[in-house]
């Protein structure tokens, strides 16, 4: 058994700042990532960040963005455009200077984003270990209220003070007992009026002429791959269900950094068939309505809605093992994807051809064939703590503002489509989504605290307490790592005072983010 002060379970980016910062403020820290990188999504491919507003980001987060603004300043980066091109011609803007931004850069190559992180963490002296993962039973020691020691599938144990679930899963939080939800509320439980089950009958509409059998006009031939048959409930009632998955994979237009797309093993042309017909239907669609392509320095993609509609409900609560088949599901669809827009002779000309010019990126990802690594987990298990973040506390309109601010959500309710579904009237829908712009809105430090009752040295910065509707908003890798520090100094406190996380004195807590720069509340930004 090994003891440290605080044990950061997680290498998503929150995590890699939450062990920074603890070890910054003279703890004894250990990183716990289950494979053999850190960072997450952060370095694993979604390198166009979610981010509207970058005046809103402070403290560690800035400085990670800042240090890659820095980077790129360095000609000697750009292997083949100029840090000009990049911006003026791929970005249509232009990064002006020492003044610009803060000095933070949001697009970034996910190798670079990764060495940085691990400079940081090397700097700050966290004890890093990799390729561990927490035993999913009997994996947690409590003693009462605490947990004494997280033990691992090699055998290792870490003895902690405080521990941080900084996963995208939750499974420490889990198997602390801790009470957590998965899928949608319904509208009544929060008085909301985003949540639950939902087709979508403002968008989507061309979708209704799109037949959905197996054999187009057939009945008989059943229903195409992951298409309901029926509405599962009500409008806004609850289910279990969890909002698209993806990987975001990075590609190239380079051809000698390229590597071609070539078709999976497991490759089902069913699963694209409702594509297919939407492009027949919409023969004048481009390659960038059906598939995203961001640029990224030096030719590369971060490339976005490859998602599979209907394939994750079960990852949030499953083993390894299941996580494992639902990952290569989604691993086979993505590539799967790309390479029917480029070979499927039913894809318009025009799209076949802009596709044929982009493959994989040979110098990212090399150890796992030039595949991003960490699935994009959207949404999974979400705690029930303290405080619960809901609609009423992100919407514009007659918001009221959560208490105890220790971070800034600034994104819009963003939820992907969940599922495919056959409405009342036969007709195909896509059923789910949720898009509506706010106004930056403080999240409060209770929604990162189990309840008391249940546990007193574990803060949650990903899996934190919120209704599908607030975290469809909050849920977004910057403000995972402002969680994550703010995380950090209040585990620290904790530890100093000998008080439980949720008894801290916030006003305290307050100052101290305040004085690390952190923005921890609309209001408060002019004070930094």
């Known amino acids: ?152 599938e090699s055998g290792k144990t870490v003895k902690a003070k405080v521990f941080i679930d900084a996963t995208y899963e939750g499974d420490l939080m889990a198997q602390a007992g801790i009470s957590y939800t998965v899928g949608r509320e319904s509208n009544a439980a929060y008085n909301e009026t985003l949540n639950g089950y939902r087709i979508n009958y403002s968008q989507g509409a061309d979708l209704t002429a799109i037949d959905p059998y197996t054999e187009a006009g057939n009945k008989k031939s059943g229903l195409l791959p992951y298409i309901d048959k029926k509405p599962a409930a009500e409008q806004g009632a609850k289910d279990k269900k969890v909002q698209a998955y993806c990987y975001r994979l990075t590609l ?47 030719r590369k993609t971060d490339t976005n809605h490859l998602d599979f509609f209907g394939a994750s409900y079960d990852y949030a609560e499953a083993d390894y093992q299941k996580r494992k088949e639902i990952e290569q599901l989604h691993r086979d669809y993505a590539l799967g994807m790309l390479w029917l827009l480029e070979h499927d002779p039913r894809i318009p000309e025009h799209i076949r051809k802009e596709m044929s010019d982009w493959g994989l990126a040979k110098d990212e990802f090399e150890d796992t064939a030039n595949f991003p690594g960490q699935i994009y987990v959207r949404e999974a298990r979400r705690m029930v703590g303290e405080y619960v973040m809901v609609e009423k506390n992100i919407i514009k309109q007659n918001r009221e503002n959560a208490q105890h601010a220790v971070g800034v959500g600034t994104y819009a309710l ?115």
């Open 252 to 298: 190239t237009d380079d051809p000698d950094n390229r590597v071609k797309v070539q078709k999976p093993a497991n490759y089902n042309p069913l699963w694209y068939e409702v594509l297919v017909r939407r492009i027949q239907l919409n023969p004048e669609l481009t390659l960038q309505k059906i598939i995203t392509l961001t640029p990224m320095p030096n």
């Open 414 to 528: 963003d939820c992907h489509y969940v599922s495919k579904v056959m409405d009342k009237n036969g007709k195909l829908r896509f059923e789910g989504t949720i898009f509506k712009p706010t106004v930056p809105y403080p999240i409060s430090y209770y929604s990162l605290t189990p309840k008391k009752k249940e546990c007193s040295n574990l803060l949650v910065p990903v899996c934190l307490s919120a209704s599908h509707v607030a975290y469809s908003s909050i849920r977004m890798e910057p403000v995972y790592m402002v969680l994550g520090q703010s995380a950090a100094v209040a585990a620290s406190m904790a530890i100093d005072e000998n008080t439980p996380v949720q008894d801290i004195a916030y006003d305290h807590l307050a100052k101290k983010l305040l004085d690390l720069k952190q923005i921890i509340e609309p209001a408060k930004i002019k004070s930094n």
């Open 1 to 152: 058994m090994q003891t440290f002060d605080i044990c950061v379970y997680g290498e998503s980016a929150s995590g890699v700042i939450a062990a920074i910062q603890s070890a910054r403020l003279g703890k004894r820290v250990v990183l716990v990532s289950k494979n053999q990188h850190v960072g997450g999504l952060v370095t694993s491919g979604l390198t166009a960040t979610d981010m509207n507003r970058n005046d809103m980001v402070g403290g560690l987060t800035r400085e990670f963005y800042q240090r890659i603004y820095t980077y790129y300043l360095n000609p000697a980066v750009w292997k083949n455009q100029t840090r000009d091109e990049f911006f003026i011609k791929s970005l249509k803007r232009t990064y002006k200077g020492k003044n610009d931004e803060r000095q933070m850069q949001w697009v970034y190559e996910s190798k670079v984003a990764e060495k940085i992180m691990l400079d940081m963490l090397k700097e700050a002296g966290v004890k890093l270990w990799t390729n561990e993962r927490l035993r999913l039973k009997n994996g947690v020691k409590k003693a009462g209220k605490q947990i004494v020691a997280i033990t691992m």
